[in-house]
């Protein structure tokens, strides 16, 4: 059973870049897409896009200008990077094992608060 | 705005059979495959159903998922009073390469 962990700083400044890392266990992250979404306090679920093992990424439009995935395999790990944050971007930030269309987001982190705020 | 449109509530009695829809534009929901996820409160997604109507390993089989037209719709029959949760539909968009969610439907249990 693959199990995903976020980590990170809980608090960033606004305009400065939100960095979190998904560390993968249970399994190899040599397969499949690995996808971020995150859910604003009390709101619904937004996806931010995903990065296939062999290292293609696709993100959401409404992130594409300022967001970049990325794997590190030798540690089994994907990262996200939004940069020029405001209070908007204070979610909770999930990680997640993403079969597309034929699986469905199938696996889930158990998601990290991140606060923007200076 | 979501591109896919939930009630923002539904509820039931434990026992009673309870329905979430979930609806789209023209030929999108027709189009694309439709997962279901639940939230419990406090708790990550967890997923019901994916490619319209399959269940995961493990999923109780007293919800099923369905799709008609420009909708799809997920089932709880037997409902429990663990089934209080947000429900969220969500699609595989192939234009985009990527995932649309719909803004989420809360199941209280009476």
């Known amino acids: 059973q693959v199990q995903l962990q976020e980590s990170g700083p809980a608090l960033v400044k606004p305009s400065e870049t939100l960095s979190l890392t998904c560390t993968v266990s249970g399994g190899s992250i040599n397969s499949h897409y690995w996808s971020w979404i995150r859910q604003p306090p009390g709101k619904g679920l937004e996806w931010i896009g995903y990065?296939?093992?062999?290292?293609?990424?696709r993100y959401s439009p409404a992130f594409t200008s300022r967001v970049s995935i990325s794997l590190d395999t030798s540690n089994n790990q994907f990262s996200l990077r939004l940069t020029s944050t405001t209070a908007a971007d204070t979610a909770v930030y999930y990680c997640?094992?993403?079969?597309?269309?034929?699986?469905?987001?199938?696996?889930w982190g158990r998601g990290t608060l991140v606060a923007v705020s200076s | 705005q979501s591109l896919l449109t939930q009630p923002p509530s539904v509820s039931g009695a434990p026992g009673q059979r309870v329905t979430i829809s979930c609806s789209g534009g023209t030929s999108y929901i027709e189009n694309n495959g439709v997962n279901w996820y639940q939230q419990l409160p406090g708790k990550a997604p967890k997923l019901l159903i994916y490619?319209?109507?399959l269940l995961p390993s493990g999923v109780s089989d007293r919800f099923s998922g369905s799709k008609s037209g420009t909708s799809a719709s997920l089932a709880i029959s037997g409902l429990q009073s663990e089934d209080e949760a947000h429900y969220y539909c969500?699609?595989?968009?192939?234009?985009?390469?990527?995932?649309?969610f719909g803004g989420g439907t809360k199941l209280t249990v009476l």
């Open positions: 969500a699609l595989w968009d192939d234009s985009l390469n990527g995932w649309v």
């Open positions: 997640a094992r993403d079969g597309r269309a034929a699986a469905g987001i199938d696996s």
């Open positions: 490619y319209d109507d």
């Open positions: 990065v296939y093992y062999r290292g293609t990424t």
